[in-house]
């Protein structure tokens, strides 16, 4: 990798959010390091500048062996984006609390733990920015959906305290909040709510990368720490 164009992890890059906005980013000349579970997903970007780290990442092993890789690979980060996530909702009769569980490992600690690592890094490099692919539940809650929410909320909780830590540095944290996205986050739903919420014109991927290279062209003196981007039909 060359030390010329910004570096960025893109976690989620195997589909929806994540896979859009890698690939704008490699696009756009972007040095890329991009991890989700499903490695054949990943291989379709171009290999130049785009590096694969396939692996769990509620594995703290995993979450080592990433940070190691990034450094040795490419010396330093410019950009985290936080876009792998997990959506478990439903009644508290049918509601798996399993899975909810494991929904909260990914969405919080996972989260945390890398967000923490590898700010650690930026504050040892001066500079770079977490971006974190929160959402509308991270603001507002709805029922059967409040432990998905919660971890929004926490992810909110987190990124405002890290924004008034950092404030007066070149290390910046924001936080996107999307309605509704057209992406695998609904595949095993019965009735997609764009069905059930009348969200008759659903965000498409590509309207959540628009909003990241809003936060992106920013000028150094301006800091994004919430974009909240709504379908026109979102009515909660
Ligand atoms: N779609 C929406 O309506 C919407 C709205 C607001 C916010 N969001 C948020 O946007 C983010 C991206 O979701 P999406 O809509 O793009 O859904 P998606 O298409 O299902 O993408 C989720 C990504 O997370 C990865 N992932 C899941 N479990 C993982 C694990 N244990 N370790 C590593 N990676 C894991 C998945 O890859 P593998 O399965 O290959 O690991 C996939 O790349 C999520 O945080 C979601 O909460 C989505």
Redesign the pocket.
Known sequence: MTHTSPVALV?????????AIAHALAERGYQLIV????AA?LNDFPAAQVKVFP????SPAFQDQLEHFIFETAGRLDYLFN?????ETGPIETIQIEKVAAMLR??VE?TFTLTYKLLKRFKQQGYGHVIN?????GTKVRPTAGAYAAS?FAIEALSEALRMELSGTAIQVSCIE????M????KDWEVHPKDSMGIHEPLQ?ADIVAAVLYILQQPAHVRIPKLMILPKDHHI
């Open positions: 976690t989620g890059a195997s589909s929806g959010i994540g896979y991890t989700a579970r499903r997903l692996g769990d990442l509620t876009c792998a996530g997990m959506l990914l969405n996972a692919i929160s959402s509308v539940l929004k999307p309605g509704l996205v992406t695998e986050l609904h991927t």
